[in-house]
């Protein structure tokens, strides 16, 4: 599937080769000296980057289905008026 890039965004250019190698990233300003590693998608694809970077990623995954069921209670305490 053909993306295109938003405005900010670097996309990862890391693959199994990497993985263990020191990169220096900036997070939030700050240079950070990190590990190549690797974590997986939902769907079994592999994501190949620095650890902090995935660990990001990770936790945006880990949070997406109670986001939504969270959405979803809101809507309806909205709905009921509350």
């Given at each position: 599937?053909?993306?295109?890039?938003?405005?900010?965004?670097?996309?990862?250019?890391?693959?199994?080769?990497?993985v263990?190698?020191?990169?220096?990233?900036?997070?939030?300003g700050?240079v950070?000296?990190d590990?190549v590693?690797?974590?997986?998608?939902?769907?079994?694809?592999?994501?190949?980057?620095?650890?902090?970077?995935l660990c990001?990623?990770?936790?945006?995954?880990?949070?997406?289905?109670?986001?939504?069921?969270w959405?979803?209670?809101i809507?309806?305490?909205?709905?009921?008026?509350a």
């Amino acid at each position: 599937m053909d993306r295109e890039i938003q405005s900010g965004e670097i996309p990862m250019k890391y693959n199994e080769d990497d993985v263990g190698k020191e990169v220096e990233i900036v997070i939030e300003g700050v240079v950070v000296i990190d590990t190549v590693g690797v974590t997986y998608k939902p769907d079994g694809t592999p994501i190949y980057g620095p650890q902090l970077s995935l660990c990001h990623i990770f936790a945006r995954f880990s949070m997406l289905e109670p986001l939504m069921a969270w959405n979803g209670i809101i809507e309806e305490a909205q709905k009921d008026g509350a």
